[in-house]
């Protein structure tokens, strides 16, 4: 999404496709370890914004963090874990990452960096609210206090709007609802592919 945008501010022509998902794959059975139960499925990365984890839980106590995913700072989820600041599954295969989603509270995606993120159609696909750093594809996907929260990417801010989720100071339904809705039409493989057609299909007349 970021390309894109840089593209067009040379002033090229550009066809921006999103990311689809293959609904088939989402799970019918859920599965929770905490809590709350509060999900980041991915990289560990410092682009990925996961340190802000660590620091929302260790600085300001929230608590039912789930972490699944390796990477760079993968020892800092380990520690993180000794110290029960949240709990560290490490890599975990696709079928029990989405059940682990498919049962929590809420999902978080706290990217300095982000273009269209796959854990994040799949949480707004089972109805999971979603908090997303208002970056790159992020903001494309979520429309900020209708299908889901857009926030800086800050430790503070994750929690603040964990904390609504939770107590349901904001329409949480209505939000998972809308989001839903939008990736089932939007972001199935059937509305891409057509996409992707009609982009061939211009692109041979030229």
């Given at each position: 999404?970021?390309?894109a945008?840089?593209?067009k501010?040379?002033?090229l022509?550009?066809e921006?496709i999103p990311n689809?998902?293959d609904?088939?794959?989402?799970?019918?059975?859920s599965?929770?370890?905490?809590?709350?139960?509060?999900v980041?499925?991915?990289?560990?990365?410092?682009?990925?914004?996961?340190?802000?984890l660590i620091e929302?839980?260790?600085?300001?106590?929230?608590k039912?963090?789930?972490?699944a995913?390796?990477g760079?700072?993968?020892?800092?989820?380990?520690?993180?874990?000794?110290?029960?600041?949240?709990?560290?599954?490490?890599?975990?295969?696709?079928?029990?990452a989405?059940r682990?989603?498919?049962g929590?509270?809420?999902?978080?995606?706290?990217?300095?960096?982000?273009g269209?993120?796959?854990?994040?159609?799949?949480?707004?696909a089972?109805?999971?609210?979603?908090?997303?750093?208002r970056?790159?594809?992020?903001?494309?996907?979520?429309?900020?206090?209708?299908?889901g929260?857009?926030?800086?990417?800050?430790?503070?801010?994750i929690v603040?709007?964990?904390?609504?989720i939770?107590?349901?100071?904001?329409?949480?339904?209505?939000?998972?609802e809308?989001?839903?809705?939008?990736?089932?039409?939007?972001?199935?493989w059937?509305?891409?592919s057509?996409?992707?057609?009609?982009?061939y299909n211009?692109?041979l007349?030229?």
């Amino acid at each position: 999404m970021e390309a894109a945008r840089y593209y067009k501010s040379l002033g090229l022509k550009v066809e921006h496709i999103p990311n689809a998902i293959d609904l088939s794959d989402l799970p019918r059975d859920s599965e929770r370890i905490s809590d709350p139960q509060i999900v980041y499925l991915g990289r560990l990365s410092y682009e990925k914004g996961v340190d802000l984890l660590i620091e929302a839980s260790a600085r300001y106590s929230l608590k039912g963090l789930v972490v699944a995913g390796d990477g760079p700072l993968r020892r800092y989820f380990e520690k993180a874990h000794e110290k029960k600041l949240l709990t560290f599954l490490g890599p975990l295969p696709r079928w029990k990452a989405l059940r682990m989603l498919a049962g929590s509270d809420a999902a978080v995606l706290p990217s300095r960096q982000e273009g269209v993120s796959t854990f994040l159609l799949e949480a707004m696909a089972l109805k999971i609210p979603v908090v997303a750093s208002r970056v790159g594809g992020n903001i494309e996907i979520i429309r900020g206090g209708l299908d889901g929260i857009l926030v800086e990417p800050d430790s503070r801010e994750i929690v603040n709007a964990v904390r609504s989720i939770l107590t349901e100071t904001i329409p949480v339904d209505e939000m998972v609802e809308k989001a839903y809705r939008k990736i089932m039409v939007e972001y199935n493989w059937d509305t891409v592919s057509k996409k992707y057609l009609a982009v061939y299909n211009r692109a041979l007349k030229l």
